[in-house]
């Protein structure tokens, strides 16, 4: 009971100073007050639960430095999306942003291939009965061809589960891929959000769905790392230039600092990026673009 009391009051710390993040590996308060497979459930935007498995490195500093209810994705999902949308989430991982869109949309599909992280999904659903009902999950990968694949899955980092970057406790997973155009037209009549982040593999997500981005024309957002792209033998320019074809103009998307609230958006400038950063950026269909920057500046506070 202590411990639970003293791990909640480091999370509110942690959460109100997020420049303490860069000495919490080195005092290891999380890991003291963490023993064994110690489960903790935060609550977003005021309704959404989601449990973290605090023994996972990744899910610790989630925990104890980041408030998911202020972050981009949370924040863009209730801006944009409206009752009868219908949003395809790829590399779901264990579900919030799914569910956060399922709280606004009528309809979500969630695309996640880690086996381990994908029964955390499962679990999140679960912790969420009003809103499961509107996810339809998915246990397989998309690129932009049908088959099976190698995830290299991390217990460590599951959040770095990729296609072709190994992290440092890998271990190879066989996965079904399939293509966004043949899932979509499975499970929905329509797209009107994607979100994408895919460790790197985000070209062939696209390349996999661009009927659907050309006939459904979705608003989209989608990480920028160079690190991963380079592991693809690509850049973050590929991805620009990619939308740019399709007739869609870029916006990296960031949260304001803690208390500020609100959303800043401008165009990427992936050249600036510092190495091990990554950028969430949202690509809007060119004749929507006033409609959506007014839309999300209407929301400003």
């Known amino acids: 009971?202590?411990?639970?009391t003293l791990r909640k009051a480091l999370r509110r710390v942690g959460v109100a100073f997020p420049q303490l993040m860069r000495f919490s590996g080195r005092l290891g308060l999380g890991r003291l007050l963490t023993p064994g497979r110690t489960l903790e459930r935060v609550i977003i935007d005021d309704d959404?639960?989601?449990?973290?498995?605090?023994?996972?490195?990744?899910?610790?500093?989630?925990?104890?430095?980041?408030?998911?209810?202020?972050?981009?994705e949370t924040l863009l999902l209730k801006c944009l999306l409206e009752p009868g949308d219908t949003c395809v989430d790829v590399g779901a991982h264990i579900g919030y942003v799914a569910l956060v869109a399922a709280k606004y949309a009528s309809r979500v599909l969630a695309v996640e291939p880690g086996p381990t992280t994908y029964r955390r999904l499962q679990r999140n659903l679960a912790l969420n009965p009003?809103?499961?009902?509107?996810?339809?999950?998915?246990p397989l990968a998309l690129a932009d061809h049908t088959g099976t694949m190698t995830l290299l899955d991390s217990e460590r980092q599951p959040n770095r589960a990729s296609l072709a970057y190994r992290p440092v406790d890998a271990r190879e997973v066989q996965v079904e891929v399939r293509t966004l155009d043949q899932v979509a037209a499975e499970h929905l009549d329509r797209v009107s959000f994607?979100?994408?982040?895919?460790?790197g593999a985000e070209l062939d997500v696209l390349r996999g769905g661009e009927a659907t981005l050309r006939h459904h024309r979705p608003l989209v957002l989608c990480e920028l790392n160079e690190d991963l792209q380079a592991v693809f033998g690509r850049?973050?320019?590929?991805i620009l230039d990619y939308f740019a074809e399709l007739g869609y103009v870029g916006r990296e998307v960031e949260a304001r600092a803690q208390g500020h609230g609100g959303l800043t958006l401008q165009p990427p400038r992936p050249e600036l990026y510092p190495p091990h950063s990554y950028r969430n950026a949202l690509f809007i269909?060119?004749?929507?673009?006033?409609?959506?920057?007014?839309?999300?500046?209407?929301h400003d506070h």
């Open 1 to 4: 009971m202590l411990q639970a």
């Open 48 to 72: 959404i639960i989601i449990e973290l498995d605090l023994s996972v490195p990744f899910y610790r500093s989630l925990y104890f430095h980041h408030d998911l209810s202020s972050a981009e």
């Open 130 to 138: 009003r809103l499961a009902p509107k996810v339809v999950s998915l």
């Open 285 to 298: 269909p060119s004749d929507r673009l006033v409609e959506v920057e007014a839309r999300l500046s209407g």
């Open 194 to 199: 994607l979100k994408i982040d895919v460790e």
């Open 235 to 238: 850049t973050c320019q590929d």
